[in-house]
């Protein structure tokens, strides 16, 4: 059963073709689908172009109504879908751009480079600051409106110095944490776990979240700041950005906890709360964990 009633396959894979249109739907048509596509026989990157309006279907957003589909192409070729995402009642920094979304989705795949990005509009001057943090920044390929541009060209002097390999938003290590008090439970595992693999170079404020929805379908997201610091992704958004790629996209959500360190000059956490109360009447968890 597809458990994406609102995609139209008729329409949105129009461009696609029939062998990698059946792979595609089998994918899509799983109940644990998670943002990722792999299996085709066309080119990565022209399949991440024909399917720009699948990824676009996978936009909310209520308050301006303008949607934005992305793809990333990675260095396995796999493709990762990237849509906005927009929160009502908070401010509008709390929005997700579509870039965001499939650079992050990638990245929790556990991808460690990106060769192309897709985008159905020109990237943002915030997304092109974002996307200083990937490791092959100055030389990533991005697509949009029949273009292709690298990077360093759309952003010429860039804030900030780039990233070494080694030290970027995908291949950065695990930090050394671990929990203040006793672990009591899978959910609380997954938060901390996802905070050791957040990306914080620039506050040293690794945070992790751990969401649970109503059908036992849990999800986790971790930090990934940027050195202008503003289009910092926080823990809580990378985790309703996973999960609006599953078939769990609109179910409540059960339990949420946030990790973070208690020596911490920054922290997403009073946002998360922020952000939690108005799609829920939840209490967010909090685990306090310390630098080893
Ligand atoms: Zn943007």
């Known amino acids: 059963m597809m458990p994406f009633e609102f995609l139209n ?20 048509g799983s109940s644990d689908f998670d943002g990722c596509l792999k299996d085709f026989t066309g080119a990565p ?13 996978f936009s909310m957003a209520p308050v301006s109504g ?3 589909g992305a793809i990333a192409v990675g260095a396995s070729k796999r493709l990762y879908l990237g849509a906005n995402l927009e929160f009502i009642g908070v401010p509008l920094s709390a929005s997700l751009h579509a870039e965001q979304s499939a650079v992050l989705n990638a990245w929790m795949h556990g991808e460690a480079a990106l060769h192309h990005l897709v985008v159905s509009a020109a990237p943002c001057g915030h997304c092109r600051q974002f996307l200083w943090e990937l490791p092959n920044a100055d030389q990533l390929s991005i697509h949009f409106e029949g273009k292709r541009l ?27 944490l671990e929990p203040v008090g006793l672990i009591r439970n899978d959910l609380e ?35 990934a700041e940027s050195v202008a610091f503003n289009p910092t992704v926080s823990a809580l958004v990378c985790a309703l950005n996973q999960r609006n ?10 339990r949420c906890v946030h990790a973070k360190l208690v020596t911490s000059l920054s922290s997403q956490e009073s ?6 109360s108005r ?10 964990m310390e630098a080893l």
């Open 9 to 28: 396959e008729d329409d949105l894979l129009r461009d696609v073709s029939l062998i990698d249109r059946a792979s595609i739907l089998q994918q899509l």
């Open 45 to 57: 990157l022209d399949l991440a172009e024909q399917l720009l309006p699948l990824a676009r279907a």
């Open 66 to 68: 303008f949607s934005v």
């Open 150 to 176: 690298d990077l360093s060209s759309l952003l010429p002097a860039a804030f900030g110095e780039s990233r070494r390999k080694g030290a970027s938003l995908m291949d950065s290590p695990e930090c050394a």
């Open 189 to 223: 595992a997954i938060a901390v776990g996802a905070a050791k693999a957040s990306y914080t170079p620039y506050t040293a404020a690794p945070e992790g979240v751990a969401l649970q929805c109503i059908n036992g379908t849990t999800f986790s997201g971790r930090t």
């Open 245 to 254: 790629f599953s078939s769990s996209r609109e179910d409540a959500i059960s």
């Open 271 to 276: 946002f998360s709360k922020s952000l939690l």
């Open 279 to 288: 799609m829920s009447h939840l209490s967010m968890e909090t685990i306090l």
